[in-house]
């Protein structure tokens, strides 16, 4: 394991505080996705997969940091950025399953 360098919890924090202004906290129109063409839904469903994979391994990586003890509040900010992945990747599948659900019915 390498040790957490001491930039890593400033960078975690601007993980945490940048995912606060993400549009995937909104909840997603699913209404939208009848109005698009097979191919738009193709492209939806690839960049939702896209954006689920990045959440993954971030989500990954955070959790699998070596933070130290002498580092106050490092864990509770992982942590934290771990719960928020993990809920931006569970409106990313709901995403994925209303667009599969349109793609199923249509094309």
Same mark, same amino acid.
């Given at each position: +394991?390498?040790?957490?360098?001491?930039?890593?919890?400033?960078?975690?924090?601007?993980?945490?505080?940048?995912?606060?202004?993400?549009?995937?906290?909104?909840?997603?129109?699913?209404?939208?996705?009848? %109005? +698009?063409?097979?191919?738009?839904?193709?492209?939806?469903?690839?960049?939702?997969?896209?954006? +689920?994979?990045?959440?993954?391994?971030?989500?990954?990586?955070?959790?699998?940091?070596?933070?130290?003890?002498?580092?106050?509040?490092? %864990?509770?900010?992982?942590?934290?950025?771990?719960?928020?992945?993990?809920?931006?990747?569970?409106?990313?599948?709901?995403?994925?399953?209303?667009?599969?659900?349109? %793609? %199923?019915?249509?094309?």
């Amino acid at each position: +394991m390498k040790a957490i360098s001491p930039a890593t919890p400033l960078i975690c924090s601007l993980v945490f505080i940048g995912s606060c202004a993400s549009p995937f906290h909104t909840s997603f129109d699913a209404a939208k996705y009848d %109005r +698009m063409s097979c191919v738009e839904l193709n492209v939806a469903m690839g960049e939702v997969a896209k954006e +689920m994979s990045a959440t993954a391994i971030t989500r990954g990586k955070v959790a699998k940091t070596n933070i130290p003890d002498w580092l106050w509040g490092a %864990r509770h900010v992982a942590t934290t950025v771990t719960a928020r992945q993990s809920a931006r990747i569970e409106r990313l599948r709901q995403q994925q399953a209303a667009i599969a659900a349109v %793609r %199923r019915r249509k094309c």
